[in-house]
């Protein structure tokens, strides 16, 4: 099926508005005082869910774009995973600046100490560096490069739903489903998996 | 909006951004809608519409539920002078709004959320066990069986979150005093009620978490006769309200929040340690003891500090550090005198 540009811009324009509703939805609900008593904790949940909800989606995109023929939807890859980016970015802030209130010592300290919260900084470290190497001139001058350090998206559907499902106290469903289906996306994807692990000749 | 819609949605809508339901349009947003949409400056659009209309738009939100608020009533009590705390309180919209109570949902606004129809009348709750004199009391009796007074005591939540909360209720002992523990006893067992048709996470499992319920707790007869253990029936001079463990509940402030078990109907004298709900699930995260100890990490975070949640808002809090026993140890230090802290957490 093919999308002409008309088309391909108009798509882009609703990815844009379903990635950022949330975002404002959230805004409108603390303002309006509807995020709990103490909305600390819903708020850090709230953006990590965001994150990890627009990492399956950039992860489902060339899946959908294979099986229905559409190579268009390709070139939304970018802004899809800019926005697992955005929110990853606000999921760290609510909670070094809401939770930790800025004690950088304690962060520090946590960020070694407690697997979960490494698996979640080493995820946003993968994605930071995607995201700054998205742009097509860098893509451009990085050459083979490229597509090897992109590779790495699938070390963080790996990580994402570990730091999710390590994260809760004892609400292992939720998390579980989210592991179960990135390793179904993952799975999809077996034959570029090994051929990216396989020692290069 | 139940547990189970959450969890097929989850399924059904991984293609596109999916939040779960919960998290989406909670009631109290609902209900509030009116005001969300002034504050968006959508007000006059609305305006515009006839009444009809409104309401139409509005149901495409969900299904409305009528659910009043829940009714507490005011409580004659004491103010002791050595439970009086010169920290300022936790506002009650705080303590009333941020709740654990997973009978009612795991997210923190569940609970305000999904409780208001909770019925507390008719209430029993048995204390029997290796007592002389088997009590049970009616809801009545709760208030008025026990010379009531405030107590405002730190609360300090194994999540490292805290407040200060001004209790009403009566002193553990002197209800045990009453029944007259055994001299064989050696600890005490609490249970929450059990029934389902009114705490959805007791029906469903994603919903409650995974606790096997009833929610079960106990002391040693020790903890429990220190003059801290604390039956509280009241809160903020008021009559509980459900998601903060209508009509009774156990506050014992110098240990994590997950020992003060809630809508308590059974207190049970024994000569062997119960099991406690936290610690079935997750015995190397949970102690039986769970007492305040900033040396003592949870395995998955530190417990030396705390967000202490007072007044203001999203960015007034602060981070404190967490005291030995909540800063109560003059009192229960010596419990444990003979005890290995880092062993029996």
Known sequence: MRISPRGLFWLKVLLHISFLLPAFYLVALVLTDNAGGDPVQYIIHYTGMGAINSLLATLLISPIAKRFKIAALMQT????????????????????????LFAWGLLFEEVIKRPYILVGAATLIIILLLAITSPKRIKRSMGKRWQSLHNWI???????????????KSEIIEPSI???LFAVLLFYRKDSIYKWLKPKK | MTGKKRFTQGIQKRASWHIPDNQVTPESVFNDRRNIIKALGLGALGASLPGQVQAGIFDLF???????????QGLQYATPAKFVLPNPKTPEDKVTRHNNFYEFGTSKSDPVDNAQGFKVDPWTLTIDGLVDKPITLDLHELTTRFALEERTY????VEAWSMVVPWVGFSLASLLKQAGVQSNATHIAFETLFDPDQ??????????GGIHYPYVEGLTVAEAMNDLSFLAVGLYGK????????????????KYGFKSIKSIVRIRVMDKQPPTSWNQLASSEYGFYANVNPEVDHPRWSQASERSIG???LFSAKRIPTQMFNGYGDSVADLYKNIDLRKFY
Not at chain 2, 62 to 72: C, M, R
Not at chain 2, 154 to 157: E, G, K, T, V
Not at chain 2, 199 to 208: E, V, Y
Not at chain 2, 239 to 254: K, S
């Open chain 1, 77 to 100: 890859r970018r802004l899809v995973g800019l926005y697992v980016c955005a929110y990853a970015l606000l999921h760290i802030s609510a909670f070094i600046s809401l939770d930790l």
């Open chain 2, 311 to 313: 007044e203001g808002g």
């Open chain 2, 239 to 254: 009559t509980l309200p459900p998601q903060n463990g209508a009509p009774i509940r156990l506050v014992v402030p110098w």
């Open chain 2, 199 to 208: 705490m959805p996470g007791q029906k469903s499992r994603l919903m409650g």
């Open chain 2, 62 to 72: 969900g299904e409305q539920k009528a659910q009043n608020p829940f009714v507490t």
């Open chain 1, 154 to 168: 699938y070390l963080a559907a790996i990580l994402a739903p570990i730091h999710f499902y390590w994260s809760v």
């Open chain 2, 154 to 157: 730190r609360l300090r939540c």
């Open chain 1, 178 to 180: 989210y592991i179960a």
